[in-house]
């Protein structure tokens, strides 16, 4: 009797702690937390993780503690397939907030799409991205993104260099990855707007350590400045290179031209680059932003961020993916889905208050009014011009 007594508490022991430890909702994170672009994977995991930290401490979602499952897919794409596909299978992910390389996205996506489970770009700016599958009657795309495409981004690039600054001789450098083929398609289109054909185009292999060549045809073809498209490292080779050539021509690119491992790299020779960004850290930021700044240095203890973007944009996806399920109301993909084309409530984000950001037919967050252009002044990134840090 006392036997089975004792079994009885052991039961009723386990299913009290059961009932007060609901199970996690897992989310899974893929991303290039290590190589060339870690600085933008691991400012967005922060920036994911911080935003998970805020959720749990309100009582989670749906009355159950928010997961984050991450997975360093390195920026290679066939990588990034076999860790999508564990995500959805073994790990069982509900959704995915991530993803940093444009390369690794294309590859992967599908995986999601098959297996019906919402995914939320954070850093990865093809256009192509959100587009590639078509709606066909009850159909879904489970792709979203709070990024700024690359169909956003180069108009401003060449709006910037052309309008702005007066140029019309431009060369373009773009790196050999998927994220510099579509960069280099976009400011083609772009300058084509305006009547201009680049003065010159040089793609080149990641770790590319001579670029004397390169800029040196560029320079003997007359451009006046150069727009790129790369990540980092070699951005930094290219400032370093056009500085022993004591060529000074502008620097004008996507937004990362921001990334710590070209400031830091580049020393000196980065001051002055142009980038596209969809939020950038002030010492007057707003309130929203001043408590992410705020909690950003809590949780990591560092008052740096190694890609200022791709953090904001990785916390803004995270509270935007949570009020989706909270409006859902289920983990089911396709009701994700359907709430995130159609949130009720406003979402207080780092880079604006999003009010109904995605519908059936474009899910793209960021618009053609919230990016500025920053530059590079005393190794950090500033608005270059006060009317955007005012707005």
Excluded at 92 to 121: C, E, H, I, M
Aim: overall charge positive; glycine content about 8%.
């Amino acid at each position: 009797m006392m036997k089975i007594s004792f079994l009885l508490a052991v039961c009723l022991l386990f299913a009290c702690t059961a009932k007060a430890s609901p199970q996690p909702i897992r989310i899974g994170v893929p991303g290039a937390f290590t190589g060339g672009s870690a600085p933008m994977g691991i400012s967005m995991r922060n920036g994911i993780r911080l935003a998970a930290d805020e959720i749990n401490r309100a009582g989670g979602i749906l009355g159950r503690p928010v997961e984050l499952v991450e997975r360093d897919d390195a920026g290679i794409p066939a990588k990034g397939v076999k860790l999508a596909q564990q995500l959805v299978g073994q790990e069982r992910v509900v959704a995915a907030v991530g993803f940093v390389n444009t390369g690794v996205a294309l590859a992967a996506s599908k995986t999601y799409q098959d297996a019906k489970v919402p995914v939320v770009l954070a850093v990865a700016t093809a256009a192509i991205l959100t587009r590639q599958f078509p709606l066909r009657g009850n159909t879904e795309n489970y792709v979203f993104r709070v990024a700024a495409a690359d169909d956003l981004q180069a108009p401003l690039i060449v709006r910037e260099a052309v309008e702005r600054s007066g140029y019309r001789k431009l060369a373009i450098f773009a790196d050999n990855t998927n994220y510099g083929y579509q960069g280099l398609m976009e400011l083609e289109k772009s300058l084509a707007q305006y009547g201009i054909k680049p003065s010159y185009v040089a793609r080149f292999n990641l770790q590319e350590r001579d670029m004397a060549t390169y800029l040196a045809q560029a320079r003997d073809a007359g451009s006046q400045a150069v727009l790129t498209y790369a990540i980092g490292p070699e951005l930094a080779e290219m400032a370093n290179s056009m500085a022993r050539m004591d060529w000074r021509a502008p620097m004008i690119g996507s937004w990362t031209l921001s990334m710590s491992n070209f400031i830091d790299n580049a020393g000196p020779n980065g001051e002055g680059a142009r980038m596209v960004q969809s939020f950038i850290p002030s010492e007057d930021a707003s309130p929203r932003r001043r408590a992410f700044l705020d909690g950003y240095q809590w949780l990591f203890h560092t008052r740096r961020i190694l890609s200022p973007p791709s953090a904001a944009q990785g916390y803004d996806a995270m509270k935007l993916l949570a009020a989706a399920i909270r409006q859902a109301g289920s983990l089911d993909g396709r009701a994700i889905v359907q709430a995130l084309e159609s949130l009720k409530q406003p979402v207080d984000g780092v880079i604006t208050t999003y009010r109904q950001p995605f519908s059936r037919s474009n899910h793209e967050a960021i618009d053609q009014n919230m990016p500025v252009i920053g530059k590079v002044e005393h190794g950090r990134v500033v608005f270059a011009y006060p009317a955007d840090k005012k707005r």
